[in-house]
């Protein structure tokens, strides 16, 4: 229950604006800082590289910084906002950086501040919303993030066409909507988060205390090399000529973006109802399915129509599985130790994302995008066994149960 009835509103509205800013966050983290490395610093393999996983590897450290965080006693929402304003000075500096060795540093060092802040806002949501109304308002800031990361990422490739070199001009942007997010967050209402127990291990000791816990984190891996190994292959399938497709720049991004983006929007307010009216294995074994038809209609047919259709289940299962992916810890967790579960849930995520993507331009060198679809389907149907699993057992299936 909320500490004070105002609380809820006070919240969500301050939610709905982060969510707004986050979405230049996001598209500037994972798509303008490698542009910028690529084109304005003629960057070298490992430093893209390192540029590519440098929100994953914030993630990684999460359990970390978590652990550290806790001891200062700070309220949550105080972290969080001293971790967008870090990202704020990290992002200014990118701005301003006259050579790679000092932009990189600073774009990969506000990456992973900015990777912070899911393991914060899962424990205010938990503080401050009634479990049955989670899923409905964070999907409204799940969308403000999607539309505004899609205006971003329309209007800043439009300007870089036209200024190429002006690539200081979006970090400082980023800056700016950092410094504003700052105090949005700074003042949700939020208590300290819970000491780390003893131990090397730290917050990981989780995953043999909690017997559900463990698997279900292997189930999680599965559904994430499942996923993010087949996303970077979605724009690689139908733009690259060897897999014989005669399609124009803008076709392409339509199938890709466009499409995926809207249908994303709709997944999240669809999925955002489901959530709270649905047991959670249930729910995932939904989105299961709409991501296995997905692969099968974009990477099984050479039909353009039935690809912008797999474009689309592509969106309704992510929009789905961004909800699922932030929010199912509060339904296993003790509500004092959600943090913890979910920077362990955030590190072991961190992982996915930093493996994915490499072991699938790799695997694609012996394999087409079609037979690796194959393999994430495999992968897909484990995962889904595992938490068939789970449903067999009356005490796990209760731990699941939708909100009351």
Known sequence: MPANPNDRLRTYRRDLLRGALMGILEVGALSFGLLAAIRAFDAPDPVKGALSAGMALGMFLAPYVRRRAARTGWPAAHLGRAFLLGSAACYGAAALAPTLALFAPAVLLGNALLAQLPSLLVTIYARNYEPAERGRRVSHAFT??????ALLSLAGGAFLDRYPN???TIFGLMAVAALLAAPVV????????????????????????????????AAWMLLGFANLSLLPLRVERLANPVYGFDLSNGEVVFLTVFLFSGARVLGLQVFGW????MNFLVYRLVLNGVLALAMVCYFQT????LIGLGSVLFGLGIGGGNLAWTLWVTRIAPEERISEYMSVHVSMAGIRGMLAP????????WIT???????????????????LRFWGQPTVRARFARPA
């Open 144 to 149: 403000l993030t999607a539309l505004s990361g």
């Open 166 to 168: 002006a690539f200081g």
């Open 186 to 217: 700074g003042r949700m209402p939020s208590d300290p988060l819970t000491p780390p127990g003893p131990g090397p291990r730290g917050h990981f000791r989780l995953l043999r205390e909690d017997r559900l816990f463990g698997p279900m984190m």
């Open 274 to 277: 489901l959530f709270e009216r």
């Open 302 to 305: 050479d039909r353009v129509a």
């Open 358 to 365: 490499f072991l699938a331009y790799n695997l694609v060198v």
């Open 369 to 387: 995008p079609g037979q690796l679809s194959l393999l994430s389907m495999g992968l897909l149907t484990l995962a889904s066994l595992l938490l």
